[in-house]
């Protein structure tokens, strides 16, 4: 039997259908988990059955961080007074200044290593300031210039 040449071009180049743009809306964050996970971190009804339509990212939000976690995670929403230009009700975070889409932005941002580190740094240099995003001020050089 003669097997058939591999299909050569774009065509055989291209992803398949359903994984960039081919046809399928793009996942929703409760479902970037493959099945057997999501079920098992899924919350459970009274019978057993996994209640994922009812999960609010909002309200997880607020069960990990607290009423306050937009203060303490220094999240502000663009405005005309802050990121002018920028379309009003977008979160940005001030600490890591990056611009998060929607609450599932803000999880998965608050878990990704460069916003611990920068929160981090936040706590340590931070503490006690009247404004408590404004950066520390700079230390005195150790040496000054002189012209000879």
Same mark, same amino acid.
Request: net charge negative.
């Given at each position: 039997?003669?097997?058939?040449?591999?299909?050569?071009?774009?065509?055989?180049?291209?992803?398949?259908?359903?994984?960039? +743009?081919?046809? @399928?809306?793009?996942?929703?964050?409760?479902?970037?988990?493959?099945?057997? @996970?999501?079920?098992?971190?899924?919350?459970?009804?009274?019978?057993?059955?996994?209640?994922?339509?009812?999960?609010?990212?909002?309200?997880?939000?607020?069960?990990?961080?607290?009423?306050?976690?937009?203060?303490?995670?220094?999240?502000?929403? #663009?405005?005309?007074?802050?990121?002018? +230009?920028?379309?009003?009700?977008? @979160?940005?975070? #001030?600490?890591?200044?990056?611009?998060?889409?929607?609450?599932?932005?803000?999880? #998965?941002?608050?878990?990704?290593?460069?916003?611990?580190? @920068?929160?981090?740094?936040?706590?340590?240099?931070?503490?006690?300031?009247?404004?408590?995003?404004?950066?520390?001020?700079?230390?005195?050089?150790?040496?000054?210039?002189?012209?000879?």
């Amino acid at each position: 039997a003669q097997r058939a040449a591999p299909a050569r071009g774009p065509s055989a180049l291209a992803p398949p259908r359903g994984v960039h +743009g081919g046809g @399928m809306t793009p996942p929703t964050c409760g479902s970037l988990l493959p099945p057997d @996970m999501a079920a098992a971190e899924a919350p459970k009804g009274e019978a057993g059955e996994v209640a994922d339509d009812d999960w609010d990212p909002e309200e997880e939000l607020i069960k990990l961080y607290g009423e306050d976690w937009m203060e303490l995670h220094g999240v502000l929403l #663009s405005s005309d007074d802050y990121c002018a +230009g920028l379309e009003e009700g977008w @979160m940005i975070c #001030s600490l890591c200044h990056k611009q998060l889409a929607g609450f599932c932005t803000a999880l #998965s941002h608050f878990e990704s290593r460069r916003h611990k580190q @920068m929160l981090d740094w936040h706590r340590t240099h931070v503490v006690g300031r009247q404004d408590p995003l404004a950066l520390p001020p700079a230390p005195p050089p150790a040496w000054t210039w002189q012209p000879r």
